[in-house]
Every structure is written in structure tokens, then in C-alpha cells.
């Protein structure tokens, strides 16, 4: 029984998205990655875009959603890497302001979230992306 307010992925016959979270503050991720996972998603979870590429490279990621500002790198630069190399889609987490929206879709993001964050604006972008093709 889902006693949270989110909603719980039921049907897993429908592949939903494998997420790379990619956040530098510590409790922000632990918290989106147990969310997420309540809510029936598979999640890579790290700290640094140099992390991120590592698990990127096993290929068991659909969506990047990753903080712009990381302590090795930009989120931009992740994306535009991401994306080249592994067809990721992207939704971009930023404390800058709505400015950054063009930025981070030019970059390749599919969607730009303000922080903080709320998980139903979060839960809705990802699914926005809707399911991956996998074999």
C-alpha cells in the first residue's frame, strides 16, 4: 500500500525511465533518490559529473537529471556530453532563476526545474519523457 502522497509506478510491464541523478548536496540527494525510488524508479545516484560519466558509460540510463552548478563541472557541459554520447534526455535542476531555462535547453535538457524542487514538478517532467525503448 502507497501511503505517500506521490504516486507509485504500478505497471512495470511499461519500462519507465532508468534515472542518473547527478546532485552536490548531500542531503538533497538522498532524499530525490529515495523519493524516486519509492515511487518505483531505478536510480544512479552520485555527487560529481566524473561519477556520472563512469555510470553512464554501463549504459543503464534513459534520463539525466542533474544540478547545474557541480563542484567538477557544469551540468551543461554533462548534458551536451550526455547526450552526444549515450542519448540521454535530460532535466536540468537550477537555484539561478527561470533565466536559465533557454540556457539549459540549448544544452540539451528537455525540461529546467527551479530549486527547490518539488517532487510532484519533478515526477511530472519525468514523465513527460515518457518510457524508454529497450530491448
Same mark, same amino acid.
Given at each position: 500500500?502507497?501511503?505517500?502522497?506521490?504516486?507509485?509506478?504500478?505497471?512495470?510491464?511499461?519500462?519507465? +525511465?532508468?534515472?542518473l541523478l547527478v546532485e552536490d548536496h548531500d542531503d538533497t540527494?538522498?532524499? %530525490?533518490?529515495? %523519493? %524516486?525510488?519509492?515511487?518505483?524508479?531505478?536510480?544512479? /545516484?552520485?555527487?560529481?559529473?566524473?561519477? /556520472?560519466?563512469?555510470?553512464?558509460?554501463?549504459?543503464?540510463?534513459?534520463? $539525466?537529471?542533474?544540478?547545474?552548478? %557541480? +563542484?567538477?563541472?557544469?551540468? $551543461?557541459?554533462?548534458?551536451?556530453?550526455?547526450?552526444?554520447?549515450?542519448? $540521454?534526455?535530460?532535466?536540468?535542476?537550477?537555484?539561478?532563476?527561470?533565466?536559465? /531555462?533557454?540556457?539549459?535547453?540549448?544544452?540539451?535538457?528537455?525540461?529546467?526545474?527551479?530549486?527547490?524542487? /518539488?517532487?510532484?514538478d519533478l515526477l511530472a517532467a519525468i514523465e513527460s519523457l515518457g518510457?524508454?525503448?529497450? +530491448?
Open positions: 500500500m502507497n501511503n505517500s502522497r506521490w504516486p507509485v509506478r504500478n505497471d512495470m510491464s511499461d519500462p519507465s +525511465p532508468r534515472i540527494l538522498v532524499v %530525490l533518490t529515495r %523519493l %524516486l525510488r519509492m515511487s518505483g524508479y531505478e536510480v544512479h /545516484a552520485c555527487g560529481t559529473a566524473k561519477t /556520472a560519466r563512469e555510470l553512464a558509460e554501463r549504459g543503464q540510463c534513459d534520463v $539525466l537529471v542533474a544540478d547545474i552548478g %557541480l +563542484p567538477d563541472g557544469s551540468g $551543461l557541459d554533462l548534458m551536451r556530453d550526455m547526450g552526444r554520447r549515450h542519448g $540521454l534526455r535530460g532535466i536540468a535542476m537550477t537555484g539561478h532563476g527561470e533565466h536559465d /531555462a533557454d540556457t539549459c535547453v540549448a544544452a540539451g535538457f528537455s525540461r529546467h526545474l527551479m530549486k527547490p524542487v /518539488a517532487f510532484d518510457p524508454k525503448n529497450r +530491448p
